[in-house]
């Protein structure tokens, strides 16, 4: 009884490593690169639709002289460490 367990086991698993190499050998590029070329002028494509533009969104909207009132007051009493580096008092 073991020896056809285990022997149905080591079949299904050499099984698995076949079909597994297979997979592998079917979604490998081609030697001539025309997947390659097809990915480029994919992009392309995207690009010139107008979907890869980018818009950065400024960091913080307060000013130097905000951001130096608003630290004053909130790290009264606290270490003078971190963001709170000399603001404390």
């Known amino acids: 009884m073991k020896h056809i ?3 149905q086991a080591g079949v299904a ?3 698995a490593a076949l079909l597994m190499g297979g997979a592998h050998a079917r ?3 081609a030697a001539d690169g025309t997947q390659a070329v ?4 994919a992009k392309a494509k995207k690009r010139a639709a107008g979907g890869g533009q980018i818009r950065f969104l400024p ?7 905000e951001r130096s009132s608003r630290l004053k ?3 009264k009493g ?4 971190g963001a709170c580096a000399g603001y404390t008092g």
Do not use: Q
Request: aromatic share 0%; proline share 4%.
């Open 5 to 7: 367990v285990m022997r």
């Open 13 to 15: 698993l050499a099984l």
């Open 27 to 29: 979604t490998a590029p």
């Open 38 to 41: 097809a990915a480029k002028s």
């Open 59 to 65: 960091g913080s909207a307060e000013t130097v002289k």
């Open 73 to 75: 007051r909130e790290c």
């Open 78 to 81: 606290r270490v003078n460490a």
